[in-house]
């Protein structure tokens, strides 16, 4: 299947600073990417949905100012969290898929910890 | 609004002892269901995708299948490899997002 590369792995922050994640695919162009959160023995709850040049499109409850999503190339996709808080601390997610005719293929995941 | 339901929550099996994992969705306008499969600490890894009632697709020790209601995840003579979540998640005709299921956790003991 296609890859998807997600970095950090793992990150802790201080309460009050920014984070940023990427999102790369690899060996193919998304299109459309995705970020996820994802609590303990839970779903993935998506967060919001980038198509590379244009604004991300939230999920109701979802703090646009707060994550802050960037698709500026067909391959690369960010979340930045600012301002973060300990209730920010979760496992975040990010798919891409090349067009709708196509599967969605997963980052490994960023467990971000505030502290 | 699209709606996936997995079960079981979690499955403990014997190395060898076949089962199978339901998921249950309501979607208006059927474009795919998807089964995933994540371990611990990862992101989810594709395994499937299903398009229309009847149709199956197997890989290894998995074979998927799907009808108007439902889809099987079948995995036959498991090995402890094979423990991890499943997960199912459906498309619907109007956009391009997937719905989750809660997953399903299976652990095979040796």
């Known amino acids: 299947g296609a890859v998807v590369s997600q970095h950090p792995s793992r990150v802790i922050c201080k309460s009050g600073t920014s984070v940023k994640i990427e999102c790369r695919s690899l060996d193919f162009q998304a299109t459309t990417m995705f970020w996820y959160r994802q609590f303990p023995k839970q779903s993935l709850m998506l967060m919001a949905t980038s198509n590379e040049g244009s604004k991300a499109t939230y999920e109701q409850g979802v703090e646009k100012d707060k994550f802050l999503i960037n698709h500026a190339s067909l391959t690369l996709s960010t979340l930045t969290v600012t301002s973060a808080h300990p209730e920010d601390s979760s496992f975040y997610i990010c798919?891409?898929?090349?067009?709708?005719?196509?599967?969605?293929?997963f980052g490994q995941g960023t467990r971000l910890t505030v502290v | 609004e699209d709606q996936v339901t997995q079960s079981p929550e979690a499955l403990r099996l014997q190395e060898g002892e076949s089962s199978s994992l339901n998921c249950s969705y309501t979607v208006s306008g059927l474009r795919g269901l998807f089964w995933y499969r994540q371990d611990p600490g990862k992101g989810p890894e594709f395994l499937f995708t299903l398009y229309s009632a009847g149709e199956e697709k197997e890989k290894e020790r998995l074979k998927a299948t799907l009808t108007k209601k439902e889809s099987f995840l079948h995995i036959t003579a498991p090995k402890p490899e094979d423990s991890a979540t499943y997960l199912c998640a459906v498309e619907g005709s109007g956009y391009s997002t997937l719905t989750f299921g809660k997953g399903t956790m299976l652990l095979v003991s040796p």
């Open positions: 798919s891409a898929r090349e067009d709708r005719n196509t599967e969605a293929f």
